[in-house]
């Protein structure tokens, strides 16, 4: 138990961090962060929650489950959006997303009328959830009756997250070549599963007169996932970056090489063999493909330092790193596509072809083409 609860610490004090971050920084998809913030301050006050009655601060109980509340319905849609968004690349949300603040005004017609109305037995309702989790809770604490409350929590969970999956496998995502973004999605997934599971096994658990908590089973299992968590970020902590931590010391090395002052430089051969040196292992590997392919990854496969190779690109073809891969890619779909029209949506095409987001993949393609795709393989089409 002591273990668990010890887990659960490092556990909220990680969501609270990733959290606050996700919400200041103006790195990234402002959308992506705020949705990735939302899930992840949820948990942390489910957490919370849980801290509390184990610590027996009754006072403060009452304030934290009814934001905790708000925010796990909140959560649901906020984690469902952000699979979508980033197995389809989307940095906006439309106008019909916002029928997913349903479960959010369900969670606020249940509390806030009821504040006026008669007394809740918060004593009661913390017992409750230490024996069978926030599915188990029997006294009612809204307008809505408890049961209600429980089946709406059920049918909203349950709806979600098979919705969460059915996006991934209609994208085809876990098709493409794997690489940090699939590594980052499936254990964001998993993790969000794996404790929307457990808490229905909590709640059956609870119905046959026996506390969870005091469990060996669930709390071993609970325990091996958490640690799980916690030794997966350490020892492959590159999975954060780009979703997680968003900072100027992850961006390629050519945009840290454009902040600083322009120096004249002359090509020379070294510059060009070193260029052909990348060209070819660019080429033969196909290693533009990933969508999470940077300078460093170059660098190291090569063993050429980063400033050399960010100079022979700069310098032979006045191109930024980031210019010449997407060359790559551009070139790359436009040989598939054709192909693959018949298949597969120009979405798909585009994120095979290594690019994260729709908007860079449209830039790119101007920059090389002077034309987007659609006027591009017209004008194809009729010169044939």
């Known amino acids: 138990m002591y273990i668990f609860i010890f887990l659960l610490i490092v556990a909220s004090f990680l969501l609270i961090s990733f959290s606050l971050h996700l919400f200041l920084t103006k790195k990234g998809s402002r959308v992506l962060n705020f949705l990735l913030g939302f899930s992840f301050l949820s948990r942390f006050f489910q957490t919370i929650v849980f801290l509390i009655l184990i610590a027996s601060f009754t006072v403060l109980f009452p304030i934290v489950q009814e934001i905790y509340i708000l925010l796990y319905f909140g959560s649901l849609a906020s984690s469902y959006?952000?699979?979508?968004?980033?197995?389809?690349?989307?940095?906006?949300?439309?106008?019909?997303?916002?029928?997913?603040?349903?479960?959010?005004?369900?969670?606020?017609?249940?509390?806030?009328?009821?504040?006026?109305?008669?007394?809740?037995?918060?004593?009661?309702?913390?017992?409750?959830?230490?024996?069978?989790?926030?599915?188990?809770?029997?006294?009612?604490?809204?307008?809505f009756s408890?049961?209600?409350?429980?089946?709406?929590?059920?049918?909203?969970?349950?709806?979600?997250?098979l919705a969460s999956w059915w996006v991934i496998y209609k994208s085809k995502f876990f098709e493409r070549q794997w690489d940090n973004s699939k590594k980052w999605l499936l254990f964001f997934i998993s993790m969000s599963s794996f404790f929307k599971i457990l808490s229905y096994f909590a709640m059956i658990y609870g119905t046959v007169?026996?506390?969870?908590?005091?469990?060996?089973?669930?709390?071993?299992?609970?325990?091996?996932?958490?640690?799980?968590?916690?030794?997966?970020?350490?020892y492959q902590p590159q999975i954060l970056y780009g979703y997680l931590v968003l900072s100027d010391s992850y961006l390629p090395i050519d945009?840290?090489?454009?902040?600083?002052?322009?120096?004249?430089?002359?090509?020379?051969?070294?510059?060009?063999?070193?260029?052909?040196?990348?060209?070819?292992?660019?080429?033969?590997?196909?290693?533009?493909l990933e969508q999470e392919f940077q300078m460093r990854d170059l660098s190291f496969a090569v063993n050429i330092s980063t400033n050399q190779c960010s100079e022979a690109i700069n310098l032979v073809l006045g191109k930024s790193f980031r210019d010449w891969i997407n060359a790559y890619r551009v070139r790359y779909f436009i040989e598939q596509y054709p192909q693959q029209k018949d298949n597969m949506t120009v979405e798909s095409v585009a994120f095979q072809s290594g690019f994260k987001n729709m908007r860079t993949f449209y830039n790119a393609f101007k920059k090389e083409t002077n034309q987007n795709p659609k006027s591009y393989f017209n004008s194809s089409e009729e010169e044939l």
């Open 146 to 161: 408890a049961r209600f409350y429980n089946i709406a929590q059920i049918i909203f969970s349950a709806g979600y997250l």
């Open 255 to 288: 945009n840290e090489l454009k902040k600083q002052s322009p120096i004249k430089v002359s090509v020379s051969d070294e510059h060009k063999d070193c260029l052909n040196i990348l060209e070819k292992y660019v080429e033969s590997s196909q290693a533009f």
């Open 81 to 143: 959006l952000y699979v979508r968004c980033f197995v389809n690349g989307e940095d906006t949300l439309t106008k019909k997303d916002f029928i997913h603040l349903i479960p959010i005004l369900f969670a606020v017609l249940h509390l806030f009328p009821f504040l006026f109305f008669e007394k809740t037995n918060w004593k009661l309702i913390a017992e409750q959830i230490l024996i069978g989790g926030q599915l188990s809770i029997t006294e009612q604490m809204g307008l």
């Open 209 to 234: 007169e026996r506390s969870y908590t005091n469990s060996i089973v669930l709390l071993s299992l609970s325990c091996a996932v958490l640690l799980f968590m916690l030794l997966f970020v350490i």
